[in-house]
């Protein structure tokens, strides 16, 4: 049974940060593409950063030099380090699993207030 468990999200002031952490089981964790998406109340789930299997990044636009994807294959963990926050970086953010198949974690919660 495949399991994203994803934690470290809260209540925070602007321009403070979080580190988010998705810890995966049940798929080889290392050779699966991981990615961060959010969603904010009213907007579709957007992509936020992905870190590829060889621990290539990509990030959005609006979370470029703010936000570090990094990922430790020996914990089957992929984490989110969340700098400068802003206020429209609020919402829920889900850790997702791609191969062959994907997954998705429960999501959660940022907010961050001005």
């Known amino acids: 049974q495949v399991q994203l468990v994803e934690s470290g999200g809260g209540l925070v002031q602007a321009g403070g940060s979080l580190r988010l952490s998705c810890a995966a089981s049940?798929?080889?964790?290392?050779?699966?593409?991981m990615r961060w998406f959010r969603q904010a109340p009213g907007k579709q789930r957007e992509l936020v950063a992905a870190i590829t299997s060889g621990g290539n990044t990509n990030y959005a636009d609006s979370v470029k030099g703010r936000f570090t994807i990094s990922r430790d294959n020996a914990k089957n963990t992929v984490y989110l380090q969340m700098d400068s926050l802003k206020p429209e970086d609020t919402g829920i953010y889900y850790c997702?699993?791609?191969?062959?198949?994907?997954?998705w974690g429960q999501g959660t919660q940022v907010t961050v207030s001005s």
């Open positions: 997702n699993a791609f191969y062959l198949s994907t997954y």
């Open positions: 049940g798929i080889v964790f290392s050779i699966h593409l």
